[in-house]
């Protein structure tokens, strides 16, 4: 391998924002392991994909959840390139409950998507910590939920302000040889909110969210993978901030404003 080539972790790239993430840094000319935990066919056609870049890439099967699952990754990773250099924390999970349904959520929901959503990433930056060199840098895929306190549910709202708030942490304690970053989109197209929601609430929360956001319009998956990748290339002098990609969703839109 050539030593000039650098080398990434993306968590959760059997699809969506994980996926995208995975093929721009190929773009890039990054090695890749990617994990999945449900769907090895998806995430062997992003190899594939990745491969037909030009660049190495492999996909593992990881809880993140599980501990042991994080350190054969990082292993895996070092003992392939000799290196590493970015960590993109994309995998995470919920539970679709409406806030109002208060007593439809259970103690259980909560443990089992933090476990994913901010144990998870602790587990694989303290891991891949350990390997990375100087102006290496860990990106965090969060929520505005976290934010609004508005999102799929209790649980899932909850994790993602405890991830923002490990974003922060692990910066000041990586400082100055890892850089740690998060990233919050909004409303992001893709298949894994229409199964949540189901069709016609999909396509209604959708609308909302488009007419309120000042772009007039949701974030794609590639919308919120540009942001990660960027947070990860070593010349881009930044460390622990959270980047809401939300198309305006928090600025708003002026009423008077033209559609």
């Known amino acids: ?10 968590t959760g790239g ?4 994980g996926a995208a993430t995975a093929l721009m840094l190929a773009q890039r000319g990054y090695h890749l392991a ?17 491969q037909a870049l030009g660049v190495e890439a ?10 042991a699952d994080c350190q054969a990754l990082v292993q895996a990773t070092h003992a392939r390139w000799g290196r590493l250099d970015g960590l993109a924390n994309c995998a995470g999970t919920t539970t679709f409950v409406p806030l109002t349904d208060m007593d439809a959520v259970n103690a259980k929901d909560f443990h089992d998507i933090y476990a994913v959503n901010a144990i998870g990433p602790f587990q694989m930056a303290r891991a891949a910590a350990k390997h ?3 102006g290496a840098a860990i990106v965090n895929v969060s929520s505005l939920a976290a934010e609004t306190g508005r999102g799929s549910s209790y649980p899932y709202v909850l994790s993602k302000a405890a991830l923002n708030t490990l ?5 000041r304690t990586l400082a100055p040889k890892i850089r740690v970053n998060g990233v919050m989109p909004g409303m992001i197209e893709g298949r894994w909110m229409r199964d949540g929601l189901g069709d016609a609430s999909y396509e209604r929360v959708k609308k909302d969210f488009s007419d309120l956001s000042a772009l007039g319009k949701i974030s794609q998956p590639e919308d919120i993978a540009r ?17 809401k990609v939300d198309a305006g969703f928090t600025l708003g839109r002026d009423r008077n404003q033209s559609r």
């Open 227 to 243: 942001a990660v990748v960027w947070l990860l290339e070593p010349d881009a002098v930044i460390t622990g901030q959270m980047l």
């Open 167 to 171: 974003t922060i942490s692990l910066a």
């Open 34 to 50: 990617i994990t999945y935990q449900r769907n090895p066919d998806n995430a062997q056609q992003v190899v594939q994909a990745c």
């Open 14 to 17: 059997g699809g969506g924002v």
């Open 58 to 67: 492999f996909a593992m099967a990881v809880n993140v959840a599980e501990d």
């Open 132 to 134: 990375m060199g100087d």
């Open 1 to 10: 391998m050539n030593q000039t080539q650098r080398v990434a972790i993306v």
